[in-house]
Antibody, heavy 117, light 106 residues
């Protein structure tokens, strides 16, 4: 079955760019009908949708984060990516990648990113 | 933006109890709603999609209902494994989540 795994630095300095990779295994990222998504969870808090990319290349972002976020995909590597610019301590969170058909399933295990100098 | 509001925020119950969690949307989302279970340190797990469809492998004691702006997740007979935090998610317009309901042991 499809599995997702996040990777990237666990510590990012304020004002710098957060970059994460999600590697998809057990299935093709080019499969029809799926959105490939990023979601985050601040420590002890709820879930926040960041955005997703469709297999045709259409991309949708949470309006509250849109100015700082870029999601991209590399179908040859079966990976998709999150870049978030100008990070602050408020961006400290566990970042999840997930496959979506509206609902999110499956999810990666999540990766904690801490923004601190 | 569509706001999702869950109630209660915390629920204390005992093994064997029937419990219901409510999720309200700030505008109609038809049946475009999912429910998740999350345990500490783990990713959320999909339970229900399209308001009432049980995800494969999820026990039948979980059920979902509702449409429009009001939805419920019901656990018919609580098991010890069910104590966790539950989230609703709308996917009518982009996506957004409720704030969560923590189900605690009474």
């Amino acid at each position: 079955q499809v599995q997702l795994q996040e990777s990237g630095p666990g510590l990012v300095k304020p004002s710098q760019t957060l970059s994460l990779t999600c590697t998809v295994s057990g299935g093709s990222i080019s499969s029809d009908g799926y959105y490939w998504s990023w979601i985050r969870q601040h420590p002890g808090k709820g879930l926040e949708w960041i955005g997703y990319i469709y297999d045709t290349g259409s991309i949708y972002y949470n309006p509250s984060l849109k100015s700082r976020v870029i999601i991209s995909v590399d179908t040859s590597e079966n990976q998709f990516f999150l870049r978030m610019t100008s990070v602050t301590a408020a961006d400290t969170a566990v970042y999840y990648c997930a496959r979506a058909m509206g609902w999110f399933d499956p999810w990666g295990q999540g990766t904690l990113v801490t923004v601190s100098s | 933006d569509i706001q999702m509001t869950q109630s209660p925020s915390t629920l204390s119950a005992s093994v064997g109890d029937r419990v219901t969690i409510t999720c309200r949307a700030s505008q109609s989302i038809s049946s475009w709603l999912a429910w998740y279970q999350q345990k500490p340190g783990k990713a959320p797990k999909l339970l229900i999609y399209k308001a009432s469809n049980l995800q494969s492998g999820v026990p039948s004691r979980f059920s979902g209902s509702g449409s429009g702006t009001e939805f419920t997740l019901t656990i018919s007979s609580l098991q010890s494994d069910d104590f966790a935090t539950y989230y609703c998610q709308q996917y009518n317009t982009f996506s957004s989540f409720g704030q969560g309901t923590k189900l605690e042991i009474k």
